[in-house]
């Protein structure tokens, strides 16, 4: 299975671009999948090569989205995720933000939401230290989990 641990995650990013490979990175909780997540991996994996998606622990994603989520276990959201053609590996990272990941990992490329800015990402000035660029990729309007969960609860 193409889920990585952290490790196995750095040392295969850094084959990979010794081998001239283009390296993608994302990250984001991807709690129940939608048409909106599809779309934003489908546009992150048309910047490179290989895309590395960061999935947030359960315990970080209860500590940013409040006590009733995850819906989705860790594991399975990282396993729905590689079963998508436009990922290719995913790692599980328990922080609340990715900039130690991305360290590690040293990706050429960061990719986040259009509901991001560059200048305020965390993550940005880790991603530029390494060598690597940051894109904001286009916002999807309309199509979120939080939005999914509140009209599962409305009916």
Known sequence: ??????????KLVKK??????????????????????????????????????????????SKLKGPTRPINTQNDRAEMLVGLKPVDYTVIF????????????????????????????????IVEKNGGKVIILSLIQGKSTTNIVKKIQEN
């Open 1 to 10: 299975m193409n889920i990585l641990d952290r490790k196995e995650a750095a």
């Open 16 to 61: 990979l671009k010794s081998e001239g490979k283009t390296v993608v990175f994302t990250n984001g909780c991807f709690d129940i999948l939608h048409v909106g997540h599809l779309r934003y991996l489908q546009e992150a994996k048309e910047l490179g090569d290989i895309l590395i998606v960061g999935v947030n622990s359960d315990k970080s994603v």
């Open 94 to 125: 328990t922080e609340d933000t990715p900039v130690e990941i991305i360290n590690e990992l040293k990706p050429s490329i960061h990719v986040k939401g259009g509901d991001y800015k560059k200048e305020e990402l965390p993550e940005t000035p």
